[in-house]
């Protein structure tokens, strides 16, 4: 490669590695200032809004699943709240409980996934977590045998870890007995203890110094560490419920994305997913949990993005603890479902994805037949957010050669985890300077 | 003195076209096998998995996905023109998944519905499986795939035998299993007598009907199942949306459920 002035020049990445979906990066730099950033998405657009319409009520927790292979549950959860709200039916007691259960197994397979095979490589400089597994096999093999823990709490309450097929509105086809539960116990003590032992490996790796000031934005439950709905709330005032998401926040459709962007109506871009929980709800997640956030050195004050991966270990800690929480409370509820009778109206409901805030909207008819779903998935709020870190970022490393300046934008990227089959509903990096 | 020859591992490339990341996902889901199939293959193109690519020729390709832009449609035969062998894994890259159904509608309108400006959005009518446009060597079906079976199929490929999958129903699977038949004892509409077994009878297992996610068997009875549904009080459109799912194109299923419009529109007239 010539040598080309730093001052201007172009980066790009075509096809960036170890986010699900395909993307690409775009950095223009034009005589040393960052000019354009553009995280683009062109995964192919699959239409699930378009097709639910003319489907019955009783089918988005199988449909939407399909959206996304990583967090499945988090697409069936969305789409029964908002036929719930819809139906005007509330699940709760034991029901919501097996709900949660499930949940925490896509928290800790998704979180797991995240840190250990797709995120950690990038901070102990290894292009991937084979070639991570060759100098630290037992690191990795915990990280596995984490992840397949959680997998093991969606296949045995879910049928199976991807698009599970025991949920429905209302509830779930089979609940299982206490005595199923069982065997889930030693697993979720040995995975504690795995999940604390992540956390103190991640606080010790090396992060950028790099802060932003984003709104953050989450979910906020009176009753616990919000995962299945409650009121959506921010770092400056937000503080909305389901029904009232189209007012403040606005989806905008840009030429360089399959993805739409969102952003708050009053202030512009925002960030959902595991920092904005964090700083939201730390107060509420479960004592071991708060005990490794403190250990880290985690606060809610934290706003480096780099140090996502941390808050991510954290929740590790707080699904194990909560998944036993349950399970030694359990007492299989009396049906397996809730009966939910359609009827005419529009029902909104949302839930925390491993990635952040995943809304959902269906408008039905008096029969049950769906005339309009809309679904705000979490990546696509957090593009904009994406993109802003990147310009930042970019711009107070401008010194930093080609490869080094590409290699850390892409980890600024997966600094969010972006999940772009979601998002599309791909990510391809260029830098340009000119 | 002769230093005897290292046999190469032979090289794997997975690759991703409109899907939901689940099937190669179960690859990564291997928790237990992960490390060994890594040490057994050079996995020379994961995009998912890791920035590191190796360029081809392929010994073997895993493709998951369906194709729907003029883009992925050059892209696979590329993809094929790279590797030894090529093997298709998941309901959209063997029958063109969930978003086949825009193939019974009219994509200009699915594409005003989702995108405020669809003059970005480039795509074809149809979504079509990977054997629609390239040679396939084997298909490997289920939304999602299952692991073991995936385990088989990069297993057989890499000693140079045919995948030990059966083609027989979900039925089968049941049996085996020791469940009651939720249709004759609860009647329950099941798709489980023209489904290809894989997934252990999983849906019967939690006390629902199977709802054919691993696609049609070998030969299936589709008019015999139609017949049934009727039976047990499923209306023509509660049939044609059992049969519209994440195998809608599948020429079985398509058939059937475009055979029940052609009768109702046969009726009308």
């Not at chain 1, 397949?148 to 309450?157: P, Q, S, T």
Request: hydrophobic share 40%; charged share 20%; aromatic share 6%.
């Amino acid at each position: 490669m010539t040598h080309r002035s730093p001052a201007s020049r172009t980066l790009k990445v075509d096809a960036i590695a170890r986010v699900e979906g395909e993307g690409a990066m775009f950095v223009e730099i034009r005589d040393g200032e960052v000019h354009d950033v553009q995280l683009r998405i062109y995964e192919p657009p699959r239409f699930f809004e378009a097709f639910l319409r003319g489907r019955r009520f009783t089918e988005p927790p199988d449909i939407t699943a399909r959206i996304c292979g990583i967090c499945p549950v988090a697409y069936q959860m969305s789409a029964c709240n908002a036929i719930e709200a819809a139906c005007g039916v509330t699940i709760d007691g034991q029901l919501l409980e097996l709900r949660r259960l499930l949940y925490c197994g896509e928290w800790i397979e998704s979180h797991a996934l995240h840190i250990y095979l797709l995120h950690a490589p990038d901070f102990l400089g290894y292009d991937n977590a084979i070639d991570l597994a060759a100098d630290h096999a037992a690191i990795v093999e915990r990280g596995l045998q984490l992840k397949k823990v959680g997998n093991e709490i969606l296949e045995l309450v879910g049928g199976r870890a991807i698009h599970p097929v025991n949920v429905r509105v209302g509830g779930f086809y089979r609940v299982p007995t206490r005595r199923e539960l069982a065997p889930l116990r030693e697993r979720l003590l040995w995975a504690l203890d795995a999940a604390r032992q992540t956390v103190s490996w991640v606080a010790g790796f090396d992060f950028p110094d790099f802060t932003h000031a984003l709104e953050l934005v989450a979910l906020h439950d009176a009753d616990g560490y919000a995962v299945l709905g409650g009121r959506l709330v921010s770092t400056r005032g937000l503080d909305i419920a389901a029904e009232e998401f189209d007012a403040h926040i606005a989806e905008e459709h840009v030429a360089h994305s399959t993805a739409l962007h969102a952003h708050l109506l009053e202030r512009g871009e925002y960030l959902v997913g595991p920092l904005a929980r964090f700083a939201l709800n730390a107060e509420q997640l479960a004592p071991d949990a708060r005990d490794s956030a403190s250990a880290a050195g985690l606060t809610a004050d934290e706003r480096n993005p780099f140090r996502s991966i941390v808050v991510r270990a954290v929740e590790i800690v707080h699904a194990c603890a909560e998944a036993l929480r349950i399970i030694d409370a359990y007492a299989p509820p009396e049906h397996p479902a809730e009966a939910v009778e359609p009827r005419a109206g529009v029902g909104c409901g949302w839930t925390e994805a491993p990635r952040g805030t995943l809304w959902h909207r269906y408008e039905l008819a008096a029969d049950g037949t769906i005339l309009d779903a809309r679904i705000v998935p979490p990546t696509s709020q957090n593009q904009p957010a994406i993109e802003h870190d990147l310009f930042h970022f970019v711009e107070a490393n401008a010194t930093l050669d080609d490869d080094a300046l590409r290699h850390r934008c892409e980890q600024v990227i997966r600094n969010y985890d972006p999940c772009i089959s979601c998002a599309t509903h791909f990510l391809d990096m260029r830098v340009e300077r000119t | 003195m002769n230093t005897p020859e290292v046999p190469r591992k032979p090289s794997i490339a997975v690759w991703k076209f409109a899907s939901c990341d689940g099937c190669q996902l179960t690859l990564l889901d291997c928790e237990d096998d992960l490390l060994a199939v890594a040490g057994e293959v050079e996995l020379a193109y994961f995009l998912e998995a890791g920035r590191a690519s190796v360029g081809g020729p392929y010994d073997l390709s895993i493709v998951e996905g369906s194709i729907t832009t003029a883009g992925d449609a050059a892209r696979i035969r590329e993809v094929r023109a790279m590797s030894k062998r090529l093997v298709t894994i998941g309901a959209c890259a063997t029958a063109g998944g969930i978003q086949a159904l825009r193939n019974f509608g009219d994509v200009k309108e699915f594409l005003a519905i989702v995108y405020a400006q669809p003059q970005f959005i480039s795509t074809l009518t149809d979504s079509t499986p990977i054997a629609a446009h390239v040679p396939v060597d084997f298909e490997l079906r289920g939304c999602p795939i299952t692991k073991t079976q995936l385990l088989e199929v990069i297993g057989a490929f890499l000693h140079g035998r045919r995948p030990n999958v059966s083609p027989h129903s979900v039925c089968v699977e049941c049996k085996r299993a020791g469940n009651v038949c939720v249709t004759v004892a609860h009647g329950t509409p099941c798709l489980g007598p023209v489904t290809q077994a894989g997934c252990g009878a999983l849906c019967p297992s939690y006390n629902r009907g199977c709802y054919g996610c691993f696609g049609p068997m070998e030969n299936p009875n589709l008019p015999s199942m139609v017949q049934t549904l009727r039976y047990q009080g499923v209306d023509d459109g509660g049939v044609i949306r059992m049969l519209r799912t994440f195998n809608a194109g599948a020429p079985p299923f398509r058939d059937a459920s475009e055979a029940i419009e052609a009768e109702a529109r046969g009726s009308e007239a």
